[in-house]
T-cell receptor
């Protein structure tokens, strides 16, 4: 299977600061990556679809100015949580898949646990 | 729309069997099954494409009934390592590039010694 990395794995920040999370596809090129948010004991909620070379597509209710997504290359997408507040504390996970193959799936990064104090 | 998973939680003893169901109100192209351990990212188990196929992965197998828009995950002779939360992810059509999945609410499986 494909490998997706995420960095950092854990971050603690003060309220009002910005945090950048990186998602990389290590052994394949991903024109599309997905960003999810997961609260404890809840399902994965899609936040946005990151498209290489173009604007991200955000799900309804997700503030695009707060969660900035940049997909600058075929192997890297970044999510920046701007002016973070305690309610932004969550588990953020990215995923990517090998395009064009019906038998392929999405592969998840290891996730980033964000705690905003 | 989020697929519905059942049961929400199940507790087993080692060696017992379990079935987890995933049901959608929309026609499906594929169903993807994942297992997530606490504090970790979901790990891919298997994908089923429309065609009603059944697949197996060690003692874990799954079926997909496209007419009923349902998939079931079968865990036989469960092991302690099977504990975790199981998610189904559904896909309405194959886009060729991005595989945008909609995830169910999850089934928490606990295997006791």
């Amino acid at each position: 299977g494909a490998v997706v990395s995420q960095h950092p794995s854990r971050v603690i920040c003060k309220s009002g600061t910005s945090v950048k999370i990186e998602c990389r596809s290590l052994d394949f090129q991903a024109t599309t990556m997905f960003w999810y948010r997961q609260f404890p004991k809840k399902s994965l909620m899609l936040m946005a679809t990151s498209n290489e070379g173009s604007k991200a597509t955000y799900e309804q209710g997700v503030e695009k100015d707060k969660f900035l997504i940049n997909h600058a290359s075929l192997t890297l997408s970044t999510l920046t949580v701007t002016s973070a507040h305690p309610e932004d504390s969550s588990f953020y996970i990215c995923s990517a898949g090998i395009p064009g193959r019906p038998q392929e799936t999405q592969y998840f990064g290891p996730g980033t646990r964000l705690l905003v104090l | 729309q989020q697929p519905v998973q059942s049961p929400q939680a199940v507790i087993l003893r080692e060696g017992e069997d379990a079935v987890i169901n995933c049901s959608s109100s929309k026609a499906l192209y594929s169903v993807h099954w994942y297992r997530q351990k606490h504090g970790e990212a979901p790990v891919f188990l298997m994908i089923l494409l429309k065609g009603g196929e059944q697949k197996g992965h060690e003692k874990i197998s799954a079926s997909f009934n496209e007419k009923k828009q349902q998939s079931s995950l079968y865990l036989t002779a469960s092991q302690l390592s099977y504990s975790g939360t199981y998610f189904c992810g559904t896909e309405a059509f194959f886009s060729g590039s991005a595989r945008q999945l909609t995830f169910g609410s999850g089934t928490q499986l606990t295997v006791l010694p």
